[in-house]
């Protein structure tokens, strides 16, 4: 299962997002864009997003910690786990 999250340390939102993937014992690669202009460029790029997290699950960007959670609560989170 491939889940990539851009992130930044002070991030409450990023934190939040991390804490419900380990909940469901989901690995992830953390790709922090702290200081560092070439990550966050590319995360723009990849995602269209400015803001952190920035949350790809497989090939398909779900959006930020709020669309992590709306998926959650809409069951559709672990299916979409499961595809990756």
């Known amino acids: 299962m491939a889940v990539d999250i851009y992130t930044k340390v002070t991030c409450f939102y990023c934190m939040r997002a991390k804490s419900l993937l380990e909940q ?12 560092n202009n070439e990550l966050r460029n590319k995360m723009i790029e990849r995602s269209g997003g400015v803001t952190v997290p920035q949350i790809f699950i497989g090939e ?12 959650h609560a809409a069951n559709e989170l ?3 786990l499961a595809k990756s």
């Open 78 to 80: 672990d299916e979409l």
């Open 24 to 35: 469901k014992e989901v690995s992830f690669n953390e790709i922090k864009i702290d200081n």
């Open 60 to 71: 398909q960007h779900v959006g930020g910690c709020d669309d992590l959670f709306a998926l």
